[in-house]
Structure formats: C-alpha cells, structure tokens
C-alpha cells in the first residue's frame, strides 16, 4: 500500500503541572492529599505539507518536466546544472560506457549540459513522467521514428536549435549546452510533476547495513558513492576521480537507488558496429536503496511504461527515499558488452 505524499506537522500542548502556593485558605483539611492544578493540553490545528513526488520535499505548485540527456565522460566534465536535478538516472551505452538522463522539475537551472544524444533506453523511461520535454543533441537516424512516436515533446537540437548555445572553452561534441527557459517555452504542455511511485519518509527499522561507500560497476565505466555524515549525502566518485559540478562542489545525494536491471543488445548500434544498450526498465527485479549512511536490499516493480516504479522492502513495505534528489543506478549483476 503506498503511503500519502505528505508531512502533517503538529505541535501539542504538554500537560503542564502548576504549583499550588501554600496559604491558610488553601490547606487542604486533615488526612487529605493536597491536589495538584493541571493545564488542560492545548492542541494547535494540524498543518498539512505537500511532498513533492520525485523529492518528498515541500512544494508549492507542481510544474512541468524536462528530461536532459547529459555527458558524463571525463571530456564532458564539469557538468551544468545537475545539482538542480530531482532525479539522474545512469544508464549503459555503448562499449560499456555510461550517460545520464536528468529529470528537472521542482527546481530547473538556467542552463545544462554537455547535452548529448538520445538513447532507445530513453523513449522506455520517459513515459511514467506523462509526457515531458526532452532534451538531446541528435540520435542515430533509425531511431528517429520511435522518438516521434515516443510519449516526450521533442525539444532536441535539430527541433528547438535557439535553445542550443557552444560553450566557451570546451570542445565538441562536449560543449553543447541548453538554455532551459527556452527548452521548455517550446514544450507547453509537458506533463507537470506527478506520482512515479516513490515514497519518502523515516528508513526502515530494519534490514540496513552500515555502508561508508558502495561500487557499482559498468564494463567501461565505475561509480563509487560515499556517505557523508556532514553533508548527509552519498558523494560521488566516477572512475576514481570526485563527480565535481560546475557550480562547485562535488555531486552527491540523499539517496542512491541500484536498480539491477535486465540488459540485452538493441537493433541500434554506432558506425563501429558497437551495439546500443536496451536497459528494461520495466517488469521486476531487486535494488539495493543508499541512505542515512546504510545500505538496504529493496524489490522493484513497472507494471507498464506509462507507470511509476514502486520499491519495497523484502517484507514488502514501501521502501521509503530521504527526501531530496535521487539516484537511480540502473545496473546489471553481469554487466555485459552487448
């Protein structure tokens, strides 16, 4: 049963016991037990908090979703904007590498990048959002009819090119960025934020274990998050070098999901005959949930595409994330090259 996305805040009056002071007029008769004046508990109206359903945090007003395909190699970095992300998912690409795909709705940058290409993992992710913005620098032509089919407004470079600036001092392909004022103008009717599953609150009592750091690893490709008792976050190292943001700081999170997945060879494939990545995101399977320091073995489920993705506990209660941004290591037990 999921829980309710929101926080109800009260604060209640304790019972306050009052002196009694003693006079003549006051004494209490012989063999009587003096009585003790009590204040009669005050209780102040509950206050009910929305939970914003990709981060559990407060919200206002819901808005819409803008999904942005991110380069996440060493000549890629630093990268724009992820710090503002509610969710980043780490999917496998081609030759065992790995690329992003961040989800910006509760707080969206002024600008992201390095914006990379579309993926087929993408189409099968993007529809529990409804149908958001989406934003990539090209795809393999072959793949150019399953995006218009896809459930996300195209908002790519070759759709929407006044979005797209070259930064400065950075090579291409890495130097493609995106204004996101503009990404979204041309998306007016991306789905706004909506329940994909997640639930948010206290950890389990039980089944955690102590981690400092936990692996996860790819055929070319390596992240290590490690918890951060100052930050109250899992801070992120890929291929052994800090995940640092263009804003400053090292990249890091409340809460890193692995979700092992089933991973097989697509019909696409780059001009090296290197074979795209189909990361099945739905169906079920077991994920290991990162937070508050420890580590616990959680289930998955995605009934369908256009549904969120429930994860529970192994007795089978919701799993419930820190609330804040989220993680989602979408990961194999035998990693393979397709």
């Not at 992710?125 to 407004?153: C, D, H, R, V």
Request: with cysteine; aromatic share 10%.
């Amino acid at each position: 049963m999921r829980l309710p996305r929101m926080f109800t805040l009260w604060l209640a009056g304790a019972a306050v016991l009052l002196p009694v002071a003693a006079c003549s007029s006051d004494e209490p008769a012989a063999g009587q037990a003096p009585q003790a004046t009590t204040a009669a508990p005050s209780e102040e109206p509950q206050e009910e908090v929305n939970a914003h359903p990709f981060t559990g945090k407060p919200y206002e007003n819901l808005r819409p979703v803008l999904a942005v395909k991110i380069e996440n190699t060493a000549a890629g970095k630093p990268q724009l904007g992820l710090k503002s992300a509610d969710i980043v998912y780490i999917e496998q690409v081609e030759a065992g590498l790995t690329r992003l795909m961040a989800i910006f709705s509760s707080k969206v940058p002024a600008k992201v990048g390095p914006v990379r290409s579309a993926r087929i993992s993408d189409l099968h992710i993007a529809p529990q959002f409804g149908k958001p913005a989406f934003s990539y620098s090209g795809a393999q032509t072959k793949m150019l009819p399953f995006i218009a089919e896809a459930s996300l407004f195209d908002v790519g470079d070759t759709r929407n090119p006044g979005a797209y600036f070259r930064q400065p001092g950075r090579f291409a392909p890495y130097n493609l960025f995106a204004n996101t004022k503009q990404l979204l103008a041309k998306a007016p009717k991306a789905t706004k934020a909506k329940d994909i599953g997640y639930t948010f609150g206290d950890a389990p009592a039980e089944g955690g274990v102590e981690r400092k750091s936990y692996t996860v690893k790819w055929p070319a490709a390596r992240f290590t998050f490690g918890w951060s008792e100052t930050k109250k976050q899992w801070l992120i190292w890929q291929d052994g070098k800090k995940d640092v943001a263009a804003e400053g700081g090292q990249l890091g999170a409340p809460t890193v999901v692995v979700q092992y997945t089933k991973t097989e060879r697509s019909e696409f494939h780059d001009k090296n005959q290197s074979y795209t990545p189909l990361v099945h995101s739905t169906g079920k399977g077991s994920a290991i949930v990162l937070r508050d320091g420890k580590a616990f073995k959680a289930k998955w489920e995605r009934e369908s595409e256009d549904g969120g993705t429930t994860f529970t506990t192994e007795s089978g209660e919701p799993m419930n994330f820190a609330p804040g941004q989220v993680w989602v290591a979408l990961a194999s037990r035998k990693p393979v090259i397709p």
